[in-house]
């Protein structure tokens, strides 16, 4: 046989292998695509490829359904979300999904407020004076913004300090509950830690009113796999254990219970907190380029407590903000009976938690949970007021499959670094909200992730050798969309020697 003839035929051997012929009802635990998480991320993935014509995918989930952090439930004969309650921002695929099915919403009026001393006194007035300071404090951190934008020269600051620097001091109670609402309960997170440069506030928001829950927006982008045809494309209960890539032209990804499934290409969506907290082992572990970004942006914390009450004992305002000396204990509320939402369901309200108290309220039992907003909410109404008569906390810090709420910016990351973390490692692609620019930290985020590494996953399988990678093996942070790279060179040289190693056993 000719060498030619050979190279051909060890060519087609490494391609057999590389693309694993499936069974007609794709039962088997191969796959061209690995799909790993079934949140946003994941079902856009499976919804992008199953456009391109490429079926041959396995979506391998830890939890017992799809959605992810969408994900809502029945808490005093409602419906409530346990993940996002926004459909945001305006110009977003969420809200068209939203207003294509049909499913109930209501832009939040965060003008329809009150301000509640722990004393019972409305304090609302007093904010007048501090809102006229903090109004042109926001505008000159928009303005500082747009200055870092327009000049890469100009380093980033934290939203803090570009606070300060419009004069914002929020050094009482009062101003403290202030910022809360519009930074915290926003960005998950204080703003000391949180970018000026690659932060923004979002336009309208949209909270969800529907009883179908968010989640029914995922009959839309992956609908398809209802159809029992589809009835093993998707494997519930799959906790995944490790991935190991040091093979050239496959990917292992093993489950807590000992299942193995191969694939040529793996889609990590798993949230940064599961990366962060190295729940997942990488073999080998994953480069120091890529494990450096992965731990510097930040994950969230934010808990919702649902209360119900015999009797509403609270004013007809959508929000209830508690200034507190204590930043961020039990400062806000949403009041489930304001003019437009349920004014005649069940009495109930809902806290938003975020940051350290988030963490530390998950960390407690409920009943101190409960124990504690009732003192607050008896120091806002009075001692008359009800007990509440039930209760349901939000576990997603606790949770092994979240690790906290969503991603932040921080003011250490630039845009740069960012390519980085969206970059694949040999044959793994990561996707999930964090990774998207712009979008982090939302429903959009997630869903734009999943199209953007289904996208480079199908242009990879054009041609592997020009498979798009952004980065050098360095801690340095390049210019978005470089790809010439040590890594890609690595797996082309060592895909020659593979073939060269079969061509000298043949011959
Ligand atoms: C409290 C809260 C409020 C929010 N508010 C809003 C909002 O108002 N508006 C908005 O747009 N967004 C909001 N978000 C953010 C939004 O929910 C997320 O950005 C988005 O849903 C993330 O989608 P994803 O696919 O990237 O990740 P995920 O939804 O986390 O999907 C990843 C999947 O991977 C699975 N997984 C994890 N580990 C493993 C493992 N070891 N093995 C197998 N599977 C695993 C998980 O179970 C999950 O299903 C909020 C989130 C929370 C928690």
Request: aromatic fraction near 10%; charge should be negative.
């Amino acid at each position: 046989m000719a060498v030619r003839a050979r190279v051909a035929l060890l060519l087609a051997i490494l391609g057999v292998l590389a693309c694993p012929v499936r069974g007609a009802d794709y039962s088997d635990n191969e796959a061209r695509v690995l799909i790993l998480g079934g949140g946003a991320a994941g079902l856009q993935a499976a919804r992008t490829l199953h456009d391109a014509g490429v079926d041959d995918f396995i979506i391998i989930e830890a939890a017992d359904r799809v959605g992810g952090r969408v994900a809502n439930t029945q808490f005093a004969n409602m419906n409530v979300e346990l993940g996002p309650t926004w459909a945001l921002p305006e110009v977003s695929r969420t809200v068209d999904l939203v207003r294509q099915l049909n499913l109930s919403h209501r832009a939040s009026d965060y003008d329809s407020l009150v301000f509640r001393a722990d004393n019972g006194a409305d304090v609302t007035d007093q904010t007048d004076p501090l809102y006229e300071v903090f109004g042109p404090a926001k505008e000159k951190l928009g303005l500082l913004r747009d200055q870092m934008k327009a000049d890469s020269d100009i380093p980033d600051m934290s939203q803090r300090s570009a606070l300060r620097v419009g004069g914002w001091i929020p050094d009482t109670a009062l101003h403290r509950a202030i910022e809360w609402f519009d930074f915290d309960i926003t960005f998950g997170d204080t703003p000391e830690t949180t970018s000026t440069k690659e932060t923004e506030f979002i336009g309208e928001e949209y909270w969800m009113t529907d009883a179908r829950g968010l989640k029914e927006i995922f009959g839309a982008v992956a609908g398809f796999l209802d159809a029992p045809e589809y009835a093993n494309h998707t494997r519930l209960n799959q906790d995944v254990a490790s991935i190991d890539y040091q093979n050239d032209i496959s990917v292992v990804v093993t489950t807590r219970d000992g299942t193995r499934y191969i694939g040529e290409y793996v889609l990590v969506t798993f949230s940064l907190g599961v990366l962060q907290h190295d729940l997942v082992d990488f073999v080998p572990d994953l480069p120091e380029w890529k494990d450096v970004e992965i731990n510097k942006f930040q994950m969230t914390a934010y808990t919702l407590v649902y209360l119900s009450f015999p009797s509403k004992f609270w004013g007809d305002e959508e929000w209830i903000l508690h200034p507190s000396d204590r930043r961020g204990y039990y400062p806000g509320f949403f009041n489930f009976q304001a003019a437009g939402f349920y004014p005649n369901g069940t009495p109930l309200l809902l806290a938003l938690i975020t940051g350290d108290e988030a963490r530390r309220v998950e960390a407690q039992p409920s009943a101190d949970t409960k124990a504690e907003i009732e003192a607050v909410l008896r120091g806002m109404y009075g001692d008359a007021i009800p007990q509440a008569d039930g209760i349901l906390v939000t576990d997603w810090n606790q949770n092994p499959y979240t690790k906290g709420a969503f991603s932040n910016f921080p003011v250490e990351v630039t845009t740069e670094c960012f390519d980085k973390l969206q970059s694949r490692v040999h044959r793994v692609f990561f996707g999930g909200e964090a990774t998207s620019y712009g979008y982090f930290g939302t429903v959009d985020g997630g869903l734009r992730s999943g199209e953007r590494e289904a996208d480079k996953i199908l242009e990879c399988m054009e041609d592997f050798k020009a498979c798009p990678i952004a980065v050098t093996q360095s801690l340095e942070c390049e210019e978005a969309g470089s790809s010439a790279n040590g890594l890609r060179l690595n797996a082309f040289l060592a895909n020659i020697m593979l073939g060269l190693i079969l061509i000298m056993l043949y011959v």
